[in-house]
């Protein structure tokens, strides 16, 4: 039976049973306006009206009014009026779903009262009500005072889920505005009943409807018993400002100098213009992976960075995280994969804690020196590298549960670290290398490097001028620290360069056929120079995706719908480079500046790197057509 025609048949029986008609009778006394105002105030109340027949109060939103918003940031909350509210947040913890009673029959324990049979007492959970409300063994009879005794057939029991959440504004405490202050926040509870179970994700934000609460466990704290949960959408900027977009047209007719130029100007704040071009120029293909929409969950672009001067490293990741809505730097106290804890409400439910990779969904998660995570935490995180993915184990003994369970949480973020060579357990221990570009990484696990997309190399801050620039930048920096240092700084402003991310990373890119056909030749040409008999192929399949996501993420800070074969170089060209200080060079010889041969100040410079860049291409196409010929890409001429 279809569900219009169950409507259909239900509906007929309200009109023959009465019961549709003293629903019209009851609705009489209000007209449109007084209900709903009735509704929104005296939520609790208004259920009454309805009482002849079930019917459940659903809210889609609320007026836009500043006395319908909860926001948890602003004391003292109004707890005791009872009515909706729409508060917004995101979620950090939740529990397993568990029972509770959704309604009861009681029936008079005096066999020779009247209410001793019947349903005179049906008691049903109102928005709220603690378990006890509903069921307990004091409740009396109205007609003569017997004890009311409950009929366990009659029991329904519905499904309860708690969910925490946190104020979007808090987010700002895991970037680095609190300047290695102490900070506190607190969460606000979530009770998700019946149909609304499972509605929230971990690390999503939502818009919440419900009724303030106050409920006494060991202390005594405000929660929200929800009526709605609506997800929220990001708002996506229309387009960049005037000064990138004049950029943009002057540099249309190449492919490689709008992001040679971003690269150079970028975080200007914290190193001089010229420097650092390498890591500026992945740390922002990395920011245009990420992404708030439904994505697959390959696109995203993990870096590893090994560098000695790590202080400066650590800055410009930092300065970078700021620029997206979910960059989280991972304080060092705290877990970066989901945890578990005993529910504070009593309810027998275990709590999970999202931790900071889930919390930073859609965004970055900076985990900072990958030293000073221990072995176990190393593990995880190559498992979630390469699996994208989080299992957490729930122990039934631990938790008074009869059985174990486990939940599976998607993890959608690109994660940077970085590796002090300068450490003196690292300098005591480094091992000259017999080949050509190979970088000794040996104190950090082989399968550990390889699970990360990028490997880059950053111990010079500029080819030509290693310390200089930097040296005269932190001078100016400890002279005048909020000062504007270059020209770049005043045209390209922090709010320029996160408008311009906003909007480049949730453009819909798609491959061109010779870009597919570049990338898949460029793979199997590496797979086949990199494999011995007896360790078989250095590559592993998930390169592959690396590759193509290289490819997008460029073509998206390039600001096109469309991958190039001009894009798939770039690509080529990084990953080529993390492969060689990885495993040495190979016949493909990349330099480790190929992306930035020269400094980028003025246009001849920029035109120099083009042509470079172009000679670069034709070694990739030979390359390609000499270690596996089937997928070779040819000019049109050709």
């Not at 109004?78 to 529990?95: E, K, L, P």
Request: hydrophobic residues 40%; contains cysteine.
């Amino acid at each position: 039976m279809s569900n219009l025609k169950m409507k259909d048949a239900a509906l007929i029986y309200l009109d023959r049973s009465g019961g549709l008609q003293k629903f019209i009778d009851d609705c009489k006394y209000y007209n449109d306006a007084e209900l709903g105002n009735h509704i929104l105030h005296h939520p609790l109340k208004a259920a009454q009206v309805f009482q002849s027949i079930n019917i459940v109060l659903k809210l889609t939103h609320l007026p836009p009014l500043p006395s319908y918003d909860f926001d948890i940031c602003e004391f003292p909350l109004d707890y005791t009026s009872q009515r909706f509210y729409m508060m917004q947040g995101i979620v950090i913890a939740m529990t397993t779903i568990t029972k509770y009673s959704q309604g009861a029959r009681f029936l008079c324990s005096d066999e020779g009262c009247p209410f001793s049979k019947g349903f005179q007492y049906i008691r049903v959970h109102v928005p709220g009500a603690t378990e006890s409300s509903t069921v307990r063994n004091d409740f009396l009879c109205n007609l003569c005072s017997s004890s009311l005794q409950e009929d366990r057939k009659f029991r329904v029991l519905g499904d309860k889920q708690i969910v925490e959440i946190i104020t979007t504004k808090v987010i700002h405490a895991f970037q680095g505005y609190t300047k290695n202050q102490p900070f506190r926040f607190q969460s606000l509870t979530i009770f998700l009943r019946d149909e609304l179970v499972n509605k929230m994700k971990m690390g999503n934000e939502y818009k919440i409807v419900g009724i303030p609460v106050c409920v006494e466990t060991s202390q005594t704290s405000v929660c929200i018993e929800a009526n709605s949960v609506i997800l929220c959408n990001p708002k996506v900027p229309l387009g960049i400002s005037d000064n990138f977009r004049c950029l943009l047209s002057l540099t249309s007719t190449s492919c490689w100098k709008f992001t040679a130029i971003l690269a150079n100007i970028f975080a200007s704040q914290i190193v001089p213009p010229g420097t650092y071009n390498l890591l500026k120029f992945c740390l922002l293909m990395s920011l245009v992976q990420s992404s708030d929409r439904n994505k697959e969950l390959e696109d995203y672009l993990d870096i590893l960075i090994i560098t000695s001067d790590t202080l400066l490293v650590d800055r410009l990741l930092n300065f970078s995280i700021n620029l997206v809505p979910r960059g989280i730097r991972h304080p060092v106290s705290t877990e970066i994969f989901p945890t578990l804890s005993k529910n504070t409400y009593g309810t027998g439910a275990v709590s999970i804690q999202a931790g900071s990779a889930l919390l930073a969904k859609g965004g970055v998660c900076f985990i900072g020196d990958i030293a000073s995570h221990k072995k176990d935490k190393l593990e995880q995180l190559q498992s979630v590298l390469e699996n994208r993915s989080i299992t957490v184990y729930i122990p039934g003994k631990k938790f008074r549960d009869d059985t174990d369970q486990q939940v599976t949480f998607p993890v959608q973020c690109s994660f940077w670290s970085f590796v002090d060579m300068d450490s003196p357990s690292r300098r005591n221990a480094q091992r000259p290398s017999t080949l050509i570009g190979q970088m000794d990484c040996s104190l950090i696990p082989s399968n550990l490097i390889e699970a990360f997309g990028l490997l880059i190399n950053c111990n010079e801050s500029s080819p030509c001028h290693p310390l200089l620039p930097s040296v005269q930048h932190t001078l100016k920096k400890a002279i005048d620290p909020e000062g504007l240092l270059y020209l770049a700084s005043k045209q390209f402003t922090t709010e320029d360069f996160e408008k311009l991310l906003a909007f480049a990373k949730n453009l819909n890119v798609e491959l061109s056929l010779e870009a597919e056909r570049m990338i898949h030749g460029y793979y199997l040409s590496s797979r086949r120079i990199r494999t011995d008999s007896i360790c078989g192929s250095k590559l592993s399949a998930s390169a592959l995706k690396y590759l193509v996501s290289l490819s997008e993420a460029h073509a998206r800070l390039s600001l096109r719908n469309k991958v190039l074969k001009e894009d798939v170089l770039i690509a080529a060209l990084l990953f080529e480079t993390s492969l060689t200080l990885k495993y040495g060079a190979t016949i493909f010889c990349v330099a480790p500046n190929a992306l930035f041969p020269f400094e980028v100040y003025n246009e001849e410079y920029l035109e120099k790197r083009d042509l470079y860049l172009t000679q670069c291409q034709q070694q990739l196409q030979q390359f390609i057509a000499a270690c596996a010929p089937g997928t070779a890409v040819f000019s049109n001429d050709e």
